[in-house]
């Protein structure tokens, strides 16, 4: 059984900077894109950012590109999203999911149970 879990969200200051953490356990890791998405109250989930088996390349929604950077680590089965230079507009329950199938980005179905990151002013 896939499973995802998340970490490293907590409250910060506007400016400041987090980093995700999410482990990926119950099969092999490497083959699988893996995405980072988030909810904020009131809002639909949105895609955040994405990597694809291999590491590159990787690919940004615009609110976050040049702020947020997602990266993986095969060797722990693990996929972090660093975030700097928050915003109190990045608020929000962040998930992260991966793929069913191998080698597609086309459906993100296993997902983890999500870690709150707050931003205050």
């Known amino acids: 059984q896939v499973q995802l879990v998340e970490s490293g969200g907590r409250s910060v200051q506007a400016g400041g900077s987090l980093r995700l953490s999410c482990a990926v356990s119950?099969?092999?890791?490497?083959?699988?894109?893996v995405a980072w998405f988030r909810q904020a109250p009131g809002k639909e989930r949105e895609f955040v950012a994405g990597?694809?088996?291999?590491?590159?390349?990787?690919n940004y929604a615009d609110s976050v590109k040049g702020r947020f950077t997602i990266s993986r680590d095969d060797a722990n089965n693990t996929v972090y999203l660093q975030m700097d230079s928050l915003k109190v507009e990045d608020t929000a329950v962040y998930f992260c999911a991966t793929t069913v199938r191998a080698y597609t980005t086309n459906r993100y179905d296993y997902w983890g149970q999500g870690t709150q990151v707050t931003v205050s002013s």
């Open positions: 119950g099969r092999s890791f490497s083959r699988y894109a």
């Open positions: 990597i694809i088996w291999g590491g590159t390349p990787t």
